[in-house]
C-alpha cells in the first residue's frame, strides 16, 4: 500500500538558518503530493502541492519539487523564521482513490 | 479561498454520553469528507471517508457504531462519538474534497477543518 516516510523531528533552528525536512513515499501509479503545515491547536491548511514528476510546489518561501526516480519530495526554506514553528507533514494522494497517506510529522521549532 | 469550518473546537463531555461534531464545507460542495484522528504528538488516523448521500466507509479497526457519520448534505458532514470513554479523547479533524466543477484552485487538494479538542471525563 501507499506509505510516506518523513524525517523524524524534533528539528530546533535559529532565525535565517536553512531548513529541509526529508519526505519519501511508496506508492503504485502517480501519486500527488503534498505539505501541510499545522500549527498549535489548530488543523492543518496546504502549504503547498505537485501533481507530477519534476513539478515544484512553492508557498510562503517553502519549496518541494516531486522527484520520481527519488521518489522524493523535501521540503526546503532558505531562510525560517520563528512565525514557521509547526508540525509538517508531507502526505501523498494515490492515483486510484481520493486517500490522502500522512508521514508521521516533523515539529519544526525555530527560535529568535 | 475553501473554507471548512468545524464545530466545536473543544468539547467535554462525561462518560457514557454521545457527542456529535459538525464539519461544514462552506463555500464549495463536498462531494467527500474524511474524519481523522490525532493522538498527541501524532499523525492524522483516517477514520472514515464519508459520500454524500451513502453510507461511510470506515478504516479497519474503526468502529461503526461508536463513531457513526453522517454526509446528508454537499455541504455538511458530521461525526457522533457514541457513548463516549476516556479513551477516546483525542483531536478530531474533517477534511473535504470538492464535487467536480466546483471548488476553484482546489485541484487535488482538501480542504481542513481546525479540528475538535474532545475530552471525556
Known amino acids: 500500500g501507499d506509505s510516506v516516510t518523513q524525517m523524524e523531528g524534533p528539528v530546533t533552528l535559529s532565525e535565517e538558518a536553512f531548513l529541509t525536512i526529508n519526505c519519501t513515499y511508496t506508492a503504485t501509479g502517480y501519486p500527488s503530493l503534498f505539505w501541510y503545515v499545522q500549527y498549535p491547536g489548530e488543523g492543518l491548511q496546504l502549504l503547498l502541492k505537485?501533481?507530477?514528476?519534476?513539478d515544484k510546489g512553492s508557498n510562503k518561501g517553502f519549496e518541494a519539487t516531486y522527484r520520481k526516480e527519488t521518489t522524493s519530495f523535501h521540503l526546503e526554506k532558505g531562510s525560517v523564521q520563528v512565525s514557521d514553528s509547526a508540525v509538517y507533514f508531507c502526505a501523498l494522494r494515490g492515483g486510484s482513490n481520493y486517500k490522502l497517506t500522512f508521514g508521521k510529522g516533523t515539529l519544526l521549532t525555530v527560535n529568535p | 479561498g475553501a473554507v471548512v469550518s468545524q464545530h466545536p473546537s473543544r468539547v467535554i463531555c462525561k462518560s457514557g454520553t454521545s457527542v456529535k461534531i459538525e464539519c461544514r464545507s462552506l463555500?464549495?460542495?463536498?462531494?467527500?469528507m474524511f474524519w481523522y484522528r490525532q493522538f498527541p504528538k501524532q499523525s492524522l488516523m483516517l477514520m472514515a471517508t464519508s459520500n454524500e448521500g451513502s453510507k461511510a466507509t470506515y478504516e479497519q479497526g474503526v468502529e461503526k457504531d461508536k463513531f457513526l457519520i453522517n454526509h446528508a448534505s454537499l455541504t455538511l458532514s458530521t461525526l457522533t462519538v457514541t457513548s463516549a470513554h476516556p479513551e477516546d479523547s483525542s483531536f478530531y479533524i474533517c477534511s473535504a474534497s470538492p464535487r467536480w466543477g466546483t471548488g476553484g484552485s482546489l485541484g487535488y487538494g482538501y480542504t481542513f477543518g481546525s479540528g475538535t479538542r474532545l475530552t471525556v471525563v
Open positions: 463555500d464549495f460542495q463536498a462531494t467527500t
Open positions: 505537485a501533481t507530477k514528476a519534476d
